[in-house]
T-cell receptor, first 111, second 112 residues
């Protein structure tokens, strides 16, 4: 499995944008970039995924570098409920493979 | 949508015993995966079922086994429990080509 590199932790203030980086220099052409987050005492929650183009949904935006060797998850306005561990994962489409989780980035949000 | 439901939420077992954990998949999802999450670590893949057949397995010994039923609910069985089996066990369901997996809140297993 291709590997991802994320910072161990990041801090943000409430209502400010947050940019969570992920490096994946060994990504293959068929790998999708998935982001999940895990709030305390809960299972992981799907956030967003993409292949080549930038993606937006109600939770976040995903910006993918042109060479696909890095990506950034963007939370447009952080809230206290966004405090969680964020995982960047490379995988073929859902159902055809499984998720290999690293340690992720712990996002701390201050009021 | 009812989401993924896991039972029980917490469980304490003695070393050497056997345990069965249960998962009710989100309605219509025919793929279910199980993960083990030790404290402070990311989830580790155990195995995956698609339409009642195992179609992927992680680096876990044979004493970890599973079943998927016709209604797509699932079980994880662990025999001969060891202290290191203490962890949060997560179930996730999906449909192929869906946006992502839907995870349950997990079962916290403590082996003493």
């Amino acid at each position: 499995d291709a590997k991802t590199t994320q910072p161990n932790s990041m801090e943000s203030n409430e209502e400010e944008p947050v940019h969570l980086p992920c490096n994946h220099s060994t990504i293959s052409g068929t790998d999708y970039i998935h982001w999940y987050r895990q709030l305390p005492s809960q299972g992981p929650e799907y956030v967003i995924h993409g292949l080549t183009s930038n993606v937006n949904n109600r939770m976040a935006s995903l910006a993918i570098a042109e060479d696909r060797k890095s990506s950034t998850l963007i939370l447009h306005r952080a809230t206290l409920r966004d405090a969680a561990v964020y995982y960047c994962i490379l995988s073929p489409p859902v159902g055809y493979s499984t998720l290999t989780f690293g340690k992720g980035t712990m996002l701390l949000v201050s009021p | 949508e009812t989401g993924v439901t896991q039972s029980p939420t917490h469980l304490i077992k003695t070393r050497g015993q056997q345990v069965t954990l249960r998962c009710s998949s989100q309605s219509g999802h025919n793929t279910v995966s199980w993960y083990q999450q030790a404290l402070g670590q990311g989830p580790q893949f155990i195995f995956q079922y698609y339409r009642e057949e195992e179609n992927g397995r992680g680096n876990f010994p044979p004493r970890f086994s599973g079943l998927q039923f016709p209604n797509y609910s699932s079980e994880l069985n662990v025999n001969a429990l060891e202290l290191d089996d203490s962890a949060l066990y997560l179930c996730a369901s999906s449909l192929p080509d869906m946006g992502g997996y839907t995870f349950g809140s997990g079962t916290r297993l403590t082996v003493v």
